[in-house]
Structure formats: structure tokens, C-alpha cells
């Protein structure tokens, strides 16, 4: 008894001593630092670290050169803690000037602050390093979901990190996650297109583009999944307007490309401004800790959206001040916020704490992530400019990626008798509104947020007149404007004439830039002054091609039949007027296919993969439901034709967790090379939920030369065959499937056991 009690107070002794060598040990990882760190701050250090400023509130009212307000920033990061500042005023600056706004914050960050952390800077890098001068544009999302081709996604988001990361800075909010189904909204160019399995595939090789193999690197940026969930369907189409989407669907839809990019590795996320179904979602917590952090397991830091925790105030109206505001959000698992003017929210969450309704231990949650972050980001180690990371800025090798880029996603919608390609030593008339603008061919985010400044873009880049006149000479091409995008008449009559004169009319049509509200519009169809300057170019008799760049799809109807060729293209970047003019006059055989359903009427929008109940007739109603969209989903035609034969599947019966194999084999039948996307659908003949027509399920891009064949293979499991029921689980249920490629089907039965 007395040997045991002896052995235990050794025991006891050793342990204790052990454990208070650990507590005094050096930390050696990033966790003991952090730990170590958070054990330090005071709680105003805390919430400073979820504050975040836009650059505006630091900086002196003149932004010609941006210059900082030293007395705002130290109150910002030295009397206020403030973590985190992002954004430009107004335009896009030159490398200079961002390193030196990165550096100088940091400089007060870490010489005279108590704690010396480092600040982190974020910025919208949404089609390239487009907040900075020089830097290369590429295609937005919807452009780049034409092309079908991951790889391409992946590396012009590996080189727009490299150019943010150039510029000094270490967080992109990007990519915009949102399904693109409502071509109303003003960021339907953002998104991928409207279908779940091609947002979720892009949407996670951008995520691996910017973050690369680790975020350390001097190549990376951390990515920001945006924005968390069911932004992209108001009901009204405008944005930031109330969604209602029933949770099945968002579940079904909206879901599963967050899902994609937890799994691909995203270490940000920014929420939805906007409310689904009466909820805020920066009030959420069902969305943002249930959802996101418990059945999804996201780890990493949970942003706001532009101003979003005043609006649950005085906007949405769930919050009866802006303190009970900060309230709902933060404990609604919110980490850092962009409140970006003020200092309100880090009052209101200081007092909050003081008065224990937000735990101190909750802030330590966000706060934790917050350095995390930090660490990952190389911040503890060198926070200012890494000379290495500058010399990855405007290599000229990513001209070459742009321009491939933009190439594969032109999409060539129309071309009657083979009009296109158009021979060379021909005579033209380049009009429209599109013809000599570059805003129009660049969109949104292009140096300035609403893109329509002409001054920042590099002096070489070109227009679709300029493009066509590189190609053809100077000599064969009359260029005039006609009209504006939306209402003026700028010379209709003058096109007229100057037409008599050539051998085919490229009229350039579509949208101008715009980014979020300002591009709200109430009608989708192409406005009526370029639809006139068609009609009235019809007249002539001349052969009419029509160039559309646009981030929607305008309804065109009413002048489709005018024009014997469409090529679209949605804002294709800084190359897009080069693609263009490649594919008019067949330097470049066209592959884009449509990432949504264009539709022929603005009271028809459907998606491809609606539901039977969609169309069809009633017979005694005579009432009759077409599904006759302008364009279908994955339409694009080639200078080239593909033959599909000899669909195969490996099994009649698929059963539990097997898998079935699909073989089809494609080969080029015409006499140009061409590269060529592979769409498979599947159709779940019936379901307890009702089932869609079909749903893509898997795709793959190949290219060919003539006469030669690829047989291509594809795998299916239950997983890609499931669908959200009712108790809103993903289930496959027993039945028959038929997958479907072009014109070919095979059908089989799924049997769980
Ligand atoms: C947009 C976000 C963007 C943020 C930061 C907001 O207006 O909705 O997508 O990341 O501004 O600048």
C-alpha cells in the first residue's frame, strides 16, 4: 500500500513537472503559435482581427495617385486592431503603388502594433490580376465554362494568383460559386452557366489554381468560394433581391460546387449578401455553422459580403440596430467582416463580449481561423513584398494562355450554307456598338469594377475592328458605330450606305460592361436600337454576321434570322477580339459550347435540365409547353463534323456501389482538325422527387484531325445517378437510367442490393 502511494506520488510529481515544461515550451507549430498569440490578446485585439476596412477609409479623399492617410491607417491598425484591409479606389494601380500601400500597412502592422501581427490584404481577382495595371484578362467564368476545359480554368487562375501575389497581395475573393440560373441577374457572367456538374468541376480548378500546392508559395493566393448560397436566383432578377428557393433545391443546385471546393481545398468564403427564403444569410446560422461548418466540415475563415452586417439592419430588417446585428452574425459563425467604412461592428462586438452575449470563446473560433490563415499565408514568416513573387508579373507566356482561352470559348451559334469562315480578300462592314469598344469585349472587374473605363487597358489591346483589320488590311474594312448598346442612334442611315458597298456586313452587338447593380436591367432582350440597326442592315440584302458579346444571353428572336452567322462570346478578356477574328476567317476552328440554355422568349426561361412537367401538351387544353430555346445547353457548332458510334455500357444491371463503364467512340468526319466536347446525360426514368429530362454527368474534351477516332470512357456510380428526395438526403433509388450521348442512348437498371 505504502510502495503503491509512494509509486503514485512519483507519479504524480513526473507528470506535473511534464506538464509544465509543455506550457513553457517554445511553440513549434503554427497551432502552439496561435494558441500562444490568442493567450496574449486582449479582446479588442480579437475583434480587430475580424474587422476588415476598405482602403478608402485609410486613404486621403484624392485616389490620383492613391495616397494613404497615415493619422486613419494608425487609427485603423493601432488604436483599432484592425486585421484586414481590400479593395482599390475607383482603378486598378500600378505594381509600384500596390507594393508600396501593402508595405506600409504592414510597416505599422508590425512596428507599432503590441503584438506586430501582420495585416492581411485581399483584393477581386475575378478574371486575372484585374485590379492591377498590366496584368493579363482572361475570360469571365461563363466565358471560360464554354470552353469545357478544366485545365484551361486552372491555369489562368494559377497566373492570376501569380500576379496578385506580385502585386503584394495574398487573398482573392474569388471564384464566384453561384449557379447561373437566372439570366437576368447582373452576375450571370460570373458563374459558370447553369448546370451543377460543370460549376462544381471549373469552380474547383480555380480554386487549384490559385492556391496551388501550398499557400506559402510566392505563385499562391488563398481563393474565396463566393458566395455562400443561393445569391445567383432572385426571383425578380435583380441583384441582391430576395431569393426563394426551397432548401431541397438548394440542396440539389446550389450546394454542391461549395461542396467541390471544401473538397478541393478553398481556404475562404464569403456570404451571400441577399436572403433566401426570408433569411439573411449573414444571419444564418442554420447555413453557416450547421451546414457549412458541421455537415461540410469548412474549416477555414467565414467572410461577409460588402457592408452585410449593417444591412441585416437596416436593409433586410432582422435586426433592430446595427449592434444586434453584429450579434446575429458573428453568432451566426461569421469570422471576419467587411464592415468597410467604420469601426462600428468592432465597437458593437467589444461591447457584445463585455456583456456576455458573445462568448469570448466564439471569437477565439474566428480569431484562431483568422491567423490561421495568417500562417498559411506566409504572413508570420515575411509579410511584406517577396521580390521572388514579382517576377512572375506580365510574363509574356500568359498572352498565350489568354488567347487559348479565349479561342476555345467562342462559341459559333449560327452558320447557314457554311457561311463562315469568310475568305480573306473580301470587302466589310464592321458596325455596331461592339465594334471598336474594348469594355464590351472585357466586362466587369476589368481595371475598374464596372469595367467601363477605356484608359487601363493596355495600349495594344485590340477591338473586334482593329482584329478584323490586322487580318484582312486595313483597305477591305469600312468601320462605323451605327448605335450605342442601349439607345442612341449614332448614324443607323450612314451603316446603310457605307454597306452597298461590301461584301458582308460583321455587325458587333451585345452588352457593355457592368458589374453587380448597375447592371440591373427589366428586359432581357437585345435593346431595340441594335435590333433596328440589324433590321435596317437586313434591308440591303447584303450577308449579315453577327459577333455578340455579352455577360447575359440578350434575347435575339426577333434579327436571328437576319444574320447567316452568330458567334458569342461573354466577355472573353483581353484576347477575345483576336479569338474573334481567328474564328471569322477560320485561323481557328471553333469548340465553345453554350453553358446555358439561350432562351427565345424572356417568358420561357427555362433551364436544359427542367423538369417533364416543363413541356409537353395538355391535350384537352391545347396547351402547349414547348421547350424551344433559342439555343439548347452544349450547343456550338465547328467547321468540322463529329460522328458519334457504337455506345456501349458494361452492364445491363448496376447494383450497390459498382460502377458502370460507358464507351463511345467519336471521329472527326471532316476535313479540318478540331477539338470537340463529349457530353454525357443520364435520365432517371422515374423517382420519388420528380426526375429532371436529364442531367449532364460527366463531359471531356478531345481533339481531332480528320479521319482519325477516339473511343472515350466513362464511369458512373450510384453518387453521380443520386438526387436530394424529400427527407432531403442524396439517394439513388431503384430503377431504370438511360445515359445519353449526341443522338445514341443504352439503358440499364439500378438495383441499391
Ligand atoms: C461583391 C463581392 C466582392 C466584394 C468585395 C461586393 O460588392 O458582392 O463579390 O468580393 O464586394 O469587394
Partial sequence: MKFKYTLWVLYWFLASALASHAHAKTPVNDTDKINNLIAKMTIEEKVGQMTNLTLAAVSEKTDEPVTLDMEKLRDAIVKHNVGSIQNTINHAYTLEEWHHITNKIQNIALKETRLKIPNLYEIDAVHGANNTLGSTLFPHNLALAATRNPELVRLGAEITAKEVRASGIRLDFSPVLDLGRQPLWSRFPETFGEDVLLVQTMGAAAIKGYEGKSLKNVTSVAASMKHFIGYSAPADGKDRTPAYIPEIMLREYYLPSFKAAIAAGAHTLMVNSGEVNGTPLHASKYFLTDVLRTELGFNGVITSDWEDIKKLHDWHKVAASNKEAALLAVNAGIDLVIVPLDFSFYDDVIALVKEHKISEKRVNESVRRILQLKYDLGYFDNPYLEPDAVKNFARPEYKDVALEAARESVILLKNTDNTLPLAKNKKYLVVGPGADSLTALHGCWSYTWQGTVDKYFAKDTLTIAKAIKAKVGNDKVIQLQGTDFDAKDINIAEAVTAAKDVDYIIVALGENAYAETPGNIKELALPEIQQLLVKELAKTGKTIV?????????????????????????????????????????????????????????????????????????????????????????????????????????????????HITITVTVKNTGKIAGKHTVELYSRDHYASITPSVKRLRKFQKIFLTPESAQTLTFELNKSDLAFVNAELKAITEDGDFTVMIGNLNKTFTYLNE
Fill in 546 to 658: 453577327m459577333v455578340m458579346s455579352e455577360g447575359r444571353p440578350r434575347i435575339i428572336r426577333e434579327i436571328e434570322p437576319d444574320a447567316k452567322g452568330i458567334l458569342l462570346t461573354n466577355w472573353a478578356g483581353s484576347q477575345a477580339a483576336t479569338a474573334i477574328a481567328d474564328v471569322l476567317f477560320g485561323d481557328y476552328n471553333p469548340n465553345g459550347i453554350l453553358p446555358y440554355t439561350y432562351p427565345r422568349f424572356s417568358g420561357e426561361i427555362l433551364t436544359y435540365d427542367h423538369k417533364w412537367a416543363d413541356e409537353g401538351e395538355e391535350t384537352l387544353l391545347a396547351d402547349k409547353k414547348t421547350f424551344n430555346p433559342q439555343y439548347p445547353f452544349g450547343h456550338g457548332l465547328s467547321y468540322t463534323t463529329f460522328d458519334y458510334s457504337d455506345l456501349t455500357i458494361n452492364t445491363n444491371k448496376l447494383t450497390g456501389n459498382d
